[in-house]
């Protein structure tokens, strides 16, 4: 039960119920061990209801925000999955509170704001915050990074990443598909190469037909490291055929290739082929479940929340705001990395 303090679960509080919330709420409680779900809270009283009551957690809602969230008992940890423009204000109420939390991307969506998160952390002198940056828990990301290197294809000298949604279903706009979904490539690009971004171009060409007036898709996000590989990304949003995720690193000795997945290949009437998901969720189902539980196990051992750091959502949330620019000058813009503070430095 969702005030039961009788065991040594972490009971974490769920801002926001819409897709990926509820699908975090269901693999607290169901697929991650040493977890339970405490509270949820939502602007939608019914909605924070509906996703609550089937895992014994408080419902939270209402004029007072968060703070009944907060201040439920047994809500040890919070996990943000709010709309984006919620999430900077929402992170400095839970430093605040004093909890660790997993925030969903992006960590912030102005430069300013992921910096002051930054800053924040860094003045209490600890790590509680992680973001939510799941793809780097995916089998299929680490066992590319693995590649990587003189054990493997050598030296990585381009990258593409392919990124397609579905359909748009809250309107396409340009700037956030940079700050809300091209903002993973842009992360996992940087911990793939253990590298940081120097300038970055984008370009678009024709739009597609469901481009509303003045908006761009899909468009081509292209990217200088600071050792000099380059990095494309193609992002399109309304895609209309799936969701569909894939990288290829060129590497001096080889190259080394990650698509969909594990689906299955049907044959079948003189045809091979495999299913398309429609949204990401089934595509990264794994790396979700793999997240969480990294999460949890690292708030119950006091170690470093083990995914992506307030520093990669800061830097993730600063290049997404370089590539709006250049996509609006139509020209190259250079990335400046501030120094990086020694609270973010790497664990051995
Ligand atoms: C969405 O907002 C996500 O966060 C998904 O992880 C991403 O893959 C998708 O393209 C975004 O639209």
Do not use: L, Y
């Given at each position: 039960m969702a005030d039961d303090r009788s065991d040594d679960t972490i009971g974490v509080g769920i801002i926001g119920a819409g897709n990926i919330g509820t699908a975090h709420t269901a693999n607290l409680a169901?697929?991650?061990?040493g977890s339970r779900v405490a509270a949820v809270f939502d602007v939608d009283a019914d909605r924070a209801a509906t996703v609550a009551g089937p895992v014994g957690a408080r419902a939270c809602s209402g004029d007072g925000g968060i703070d009944e969230l907060l201040g439920?008992?047994?809500?040890d940890a919070v996990l943000i999955a709010s709309p984006d423009a919620v999430h900077a204000e929402q992170v400095r109420s839970v430093l605040a509170a004093e909890r660790p939390m997993l925030c969903e991307k992006p960590l912030a969506v102005t430069d300013h704001d992921a910096r002051s998160i930054v800053d924040a952390e860094v003045g209490r002198g600890r790590r509680t915050i992680q973001v939510g940056f799941m793809r780097r828990f995916d089998p299929g990301y680490t066992a590319l990074k693995r590649e990587l290197g003189p054990d493997g294809i050598?030296?990585?000298l381009l990258v593409h990443q392919l990124h397609t949604n579905t359909r748009a279903p809250y309107g396409l706009f340009t700037e956030q598909t940079m700050t809300n979904m091209a903002i993973h490539e842009l992360d996992i690009g940087r911990w793939l190469l253990d590298d940081e971004y120097e300038s970055v171009l984008v370009l678009h060409g024709r739009p597609g037909p469901r481009t509303p007036e003045g908006e761009h898709d899909p468009i081509l996000v292209i990217l200088r490291s600071a050792s000099g590989v380059l990095v494309q990304i193609e992002a399109f949003?309304?895609?209309?055929?799936g969701y569909q995720v894939a990288c290829r690193v060129a590497g001096a000795d080889g190259q080394a290739a990650m698509g969909d997945g594990a689906f299955v290949t049907r044959s079948r009437s003189f045809n091979r082929g495999v299913d398309v998901p429609e949204l990401w969720l089934g595509r990264f189902a794994e790396s979700y479940r793999l997240q969480l539980q990294g999460w949890i196990d690292a708030i119950r051992t006091g170690a470093?929340?083990?995914?992506?750091?307030a520093w990669d959502g800061y830097l993730a949330t600063m290049v997404a705001n370089r590539a709006i620019e250049a996509y609006h000058r139509g020209e190259e813009v250079a990335i400046e990395v501030p120094p990086r503070p020694a609270l973010y430095d790497p664990i051995d």
């Open positions: 169901r697929s991650v061990s439920t008992e047994g809500v050598g030296e990585p949003v309304n895609a209309t055929f470093a929340p083990p995914g992506a750091s």
